[in-house]
């Protein structure tokens, strides 16, 4: 015996708006109606729905057996040439609430071929420019759900999906698709090098660039983006491939000095990992090639500073160029930072540090504190500074650099500063290179970098704790002509003009040595 549903019978209901007959075999209309202690077979789906919302009624209908049951009649109905659209909806909506952590429905929605059914229900509606997405994002629920319940599970929804299907969806920019489709991307994903490295490459890259373009458009609402970017940037050191064919230009891979032509979508990609690294900075493991590929990108992008006028605003400041050169420098300074925080047993950051500090990090960070003009207050408080110009040895006010954004040279700072911390080497390599007193200089109140001040003590304390050279360097500068100002007299400080004619700022006692504790 066979129901219709345009019958008038007890045991079905009429479907709106369309008055098409359709067939439900009896024995999956019993099973439902049943289980749901229901007459109609849409109220019966919405109450399995509302009982599957907790684990004790997917527990009972598990032993029920009611997900194949649900299944066969999502698979009916899609093949139907009547159009049943809510119905549709509702066993969608039946199969996620199913399979939220209950490992008999992941099971058997895994055996009974449940991604092929689900697949081919969230996209049955003829999705217009107006549609909601409802569907697919009900359908990537459900194999977000399903994909937590094995490895076997993970492997039916990554064959299934990858890459067309996957592409497909990343398409869709919209975030009610987006923040569904990165965790199951990443359910499938974690733990799984084999298929971070699929989405990494050739396949898998049309993918990871139509996420970020979403996510930089439209945003998103949950975590399941950052912790993709994790697993991909940090974990695997698959960021440079991902940064590389985000760019405009061809032979993206192949940065040139001084080459500022960024896009807005590696601007994003770059502040969303330095946020991930400096919100969870004792969960992600940094490696050599990310740390160095950061630092990379930074000696591009600092080019920029040839062509920028004074900025106003911090990161982001709507510029690609100049929020790369930013959000490079920020994620330096928080991986620079990472050995104060982890043990030596636990990470591997100190490694990681030594090669940025090979690779000339903070010779970098010091040429920029060079070119860049003196801080306000020490720059308003010089005088003649116009006759000091012409003097040997000394860089006009011309030709020195403004900050291209708020707090860039409070970010310089941190970057020194955490280099400094416990590494007698880079101290000496900061007196070797005669920055001392330009690292002297940086201990002010300034408006256009807040926190300078305490970033700027902070790293002098690392210059000098237990090194009785630095120390005594300090201890025995030599004033050459001084500006007094109520500023510095609270740390022992004034600022100073030196034979070059640069600003310098020391200590006011050429005989008190100052203490590295």
């Given at each position: 015996m066979k129901q219709t549903l345009s019958d008038s019978t007890s045991l079905v209901m009429e479907v709106r708006p369309s008055p098409s007959e359709f067939t439900v075999p009896e024995n999956i209309l019993r099973r439902l109606l049943v289980a749901a202690n229901s007459y109609r077979l849409d109220e019966a789906l919405e109450l399995l729905t509302e009982a599957a919302r907790t684990d004790r009624g997917r527990s009972a209908l598990a032993y029920k057996d009611v997900l194949p049951a649900v299944l066969q009649l999502s698979r009916l109905l899609s093949s139907s040439s009547s159009v049943h659209p809510h119905l549709i909806f509702s066993t969608l909506r039946l199969l996620r609430n199913l399979c939220a952590g209950e490992i008999v429905n992941q099971n058997s929605f895994v055996r009974e071929n449940g991604v092929e059914v689900v697949s081919i229900a969230s996209s049955y509606v003829d999705l217009g420019s107006n549609s909601d997405y409802s569907f697919v994002r009900v359908g990537l629920q459900v194999f977000g759900n399903v994909s937590l319940g094995g490895e076997e599970h993970r492997t039916a929804v990554w064959d299934w999906h990858f890459p067309a299907?996957?592409?497909?969806?990343?398409?869709?920019?919209?975030?009610?698709?987006?923040?569904?489709?990165?965790?199951?991307?990443?359910?499938?994903?974690?733990?799984?090098?084999?298929?971070?490295?699929?989405?990494s490459g050739v396949q898998g890259l049309p993918i990871l660039i139509e996420i970020v373009r979403t996510a930089s458009t439209v945003g998103f609402q949950e975590d399941w983006f950052k912790l993709l970017l994790s697993i991909i940037c940090f974990e695997e050191s698959h960021f440079l491939s991902l940064f590389s064919e985000l760019r405009l230009v061809e032979n993206a891979g192949n940065f040139k000095y001084g080459d500022n032509h960024f896009t807005m979508e590696q601007a994003f990609l770059l502040s969303t990992v330095a946020e991930c690294l400096n919100k969870k900075m004792t969960e992600i493991s940094v490696s050599n090639e990310f740390a160095n590929c950061v630092l990379g990108i930074l000696k591009v992008a600092v080019g920029v500073l040839d062509c920028v006028s004074k900025e106003k605003f911090g990161l982001p400041t709507g510029s690609a160029a100049i929020d790369v050169l930013g959000y490079s420098l920020t994620t330096l300074r928080d991986i620079c930072a990472r050995d104060e925080m982890l043990s030596s047993e636990k990470d591997s950051s100190a490694g990681v540090i030594e090669s940025l500090l090979s690779a000339g990090l903070v010779e970098l960070m010091l040429d920029l504190l060079r070119n860049l003009e003196p801080p306000a207050?020490?720059?308003?408080?010089?005088?003649?500074?116009?006759?000091?110009?012409?003097?040997?040895?000394?860089?006009?006010?011309?030709?020195?650099?403004?900050?291209?954004?708020?707090?860039?040279?409070?970010?310089?700072?941190?970057?020194?500063?955490?280099?400094?911390?416990?590494?007698?080497?880079?101290?000496?390599?900061?007196?070797?290179?005669?920055?001392?007193?330009?690292?002297?200089?940086?201990?002010?109140t300034d408006e256009d970098n807040p926190f300078l001040r305490e970033w700027g003590i902070w790293m002098v304390r690392n210059l000098l704790a237990g090194n009785a050279e630095n120390q005594r360097e300090v201890a025995e500068l030599k004033v050459q002509g001084s500006v007094d100002l109520p500023e510095f007299a609270a740390l022992g400080l004034q600022v100073v003009v030196d034979q070059s004619g640069r600003p310098k700022l020391v200590n006011v006692s050429a005989d008190e040595k100052i203490s590295g504790s």
């Open positions: 299907v996957f592409l497909d969806i990343a398409r869709i920019h919209k975030v009610e698709v987006f923040d569904p489709l990165c965790m199951v991307i990443y359910n499938c994903c974690k733990g799984r090098h084999e298929r971070i490295r699929e989405l207050i020490i720059k308003k408080s010089i005088k003649q500074v116009e006759s000091c110009e012409n003097r040997k040895g000394y860089m006009s006010s011309n030709s020195l650099k403004v900050c291209p954004y708020k707090g860039f040279r409070r970010d310089i700072v941190g970057v020194i500063g955490n280099c400094l911390y416990r590494r007698e080497h880079v101290q000496d390599e900061i007196r070797q290179n005669n920055g001392i007193p330009l690292l002297l200089q940086q201990c002010v």
